[in-house]
């Protein structure tokens, strides 16, 4: 049985490669979950060509949870999806100089850093949370400008942040770049994405200096933001180091955003996972 509705399920919900959630199967003909948990009118698809025909009755007496469960799903956070995709032949040999720099850093023989820019607004991520049946669990919101963010981020945790309540621009990451510089005492790689202001004027003009300095930028190649630790840096202080009270008002969040940058690599730690070279 579980076997057929593996195979099934491939052919006629799209394959193995989609996350399915349960307007999917509500829609295919098994019914609401949040109904009685059965099909309600299984005589309907019985006949030839309908559901009960491939999989038999017994499938009706499954709701949709127990079925996504008995195939080994699992009720989980859908991910965003980047339309674009790098070329291929750009980012594989971008990744192996990547790798290359992560061997070198763990050997002690460079600093690796990884940089990026994010904005936390008064509207919170919300997290998943507990909640009992007649309890109603929010997070306040309001529409507005919050603080954004700027950070360089080692997987040893260590990091140089900054914050602005201005737009971020290429000359406000060129600052913090420059001021970065002075700080280095080793040969330091500093990771970037392709962003705008990134490749910005400003920052072509100081490249060469830093270079002298013994700070070099390397861009990730084209739609790869999961080579970039930072990004985990700011998931954690989105969904788990800001509290639904920090976003009561724009200095709360401002005050809290801070504080958490600055506990980062002290009280605030992050297991990063290995850079994985295939």
């Given at each position: 049985?579980?076997?057929t509705l593996?195979?099934?399920?491939?052919?006629r919900?799209?394959?193995?490669?989609g996350t399915?959630?349960?307007?999917?199967f509500t829609?295919?003909?098994?019914?609401?979950?949040?109904?009685?948990g059965?099909?309600g009118?299984?005589?309907d698809?019985?006949?030839a060509g309908?559901?009960?025909a491939?999989?038999g009755?017994?499938v009706?007496?499954?709701?949709?949870?127990?079925?996504?469960?008995k195939?080994?799903s699992r009720?989980k956070?859908i991910?965003?999806?980047?339309k674009?995709?790098?070329n291929?032949q750009?980012?594989?040999?971008k990744?192996?100089v990547?790798g290359?720099?992560?061997?070198?850093?763990?050997?002690?023989?460079?600093?690796?850093?990884?940089?990026?820019?994010?904005?936390?607004?008064?509207?919170?991520?919300v997290?998943?949370?507990?909640q009992f049946?007649?309890?109603?669990?929010a997070?306040p919101?309001?529409?507005g400008?919050?603080?954004n963010c700027?950070?360089l981020?080692?997987r040893?945790?260590r990091?140089?942040?900054?914050?602005s309540?201005?737009t971020m621009?290429g000359?406000?990451?060129m600052e913090?770049?420059?001021?970065?510089s002075f700080?280095?005492?080793e040969?330091?790689?500093?990771?970037l994405?392709?962003?705008?202001?990134h490749?910005s004027?400003?920052?072509?003009?100081r490249t060469e200096?830093?270079q002298?300095?013994g700070?070099?930028i390397?861009?990730?190649?084209?739609y790869?933001?999961h080579?970039n630790?930072?990004?985990?840096?700011?998931?954690?202080?989105?969904?788990e180091w800001?509290?639904?009270e920090?976003?009561?008002?724009r200095?709360?969040l401002k005050?809290?955003?801070?504080?958490?940058?600055s506990a980062f690599g002290?009280?605030?730690?992050?297991?990063?996972a290995?850079?994985k070279?295939?």
């Amino acid at each position: 049985m579980a076997e057929t509705l593996r195979r099934r399920r491939h052919q006629r919900l799209g394959g193995a490669t989609g996350t399915r959630t349960e307007s999917h199967f509500t829609r295919a003909g098994f019914g609401s979950h949040q109904g009685t948990g059965k099909v309600g009118a299984a005589a309907d698809f019985t006949g030839a060509g309908g559901v009960g025909a491939e999989f038999g009755e017994a499938v009706f007496a499954l709701d949709a949870q127990a079925i996504f469960e008995k195939n080994g799903s699992r009720y989980k956070r859908i991910r965003k999806r980047l339309k674009g995709k790098p070329n291929e032949q750009v980012y594989q040999v971008k990744k192996e100089v990547l790798g290359r720099f992560e061997q070198m850093s763990r050997k002690g023989l460079i600093d690796l850093y990884y940089g990026d820019e994010a904005g936390v607004s008064l509207e919170p991520n919300v997290p998943y949370g507990w909640q009992f049946r007649d309890e109603a669990v929010a997070m306040p919101t309001a529409k507005g400008t919050g603080i954004n963010c700027f950070a360089l981020v080692s997987r040893s945790n260590r990091s140089w942040t900054a914050t602005s309540e201005q737009t971020m621009s290429g000359g406000f990451v060129m600052e913090q770049l420059e001021r970065f510089s002075f700080s280095i005492r080793e040969i330091t790689v500093v990771v970037l994405d392709n962003a705008r202001i990134h490749h910005s004027k400003q920052i072509r003009e100081r490249t060469e200096a830093w270079q002298a300095r013994g700070l070099f930028i390397f861009y990730l190649p084209t739609y790869s933001p999961h080579l970039n630790i930072s990004e985990t840096l700011w998931r954690k202080l989105k969904y788990e180091w800001l509290a639904p009270e920090d976003y009561t008002c724009r200095e709360q969040l401002k005050y809290s955003v801070k504080q958490a940058l600055s506990a980062f690599g002290k009280s605030l730690r992050i297991k990063f996972a290995e850079f994985k070279s295939i």
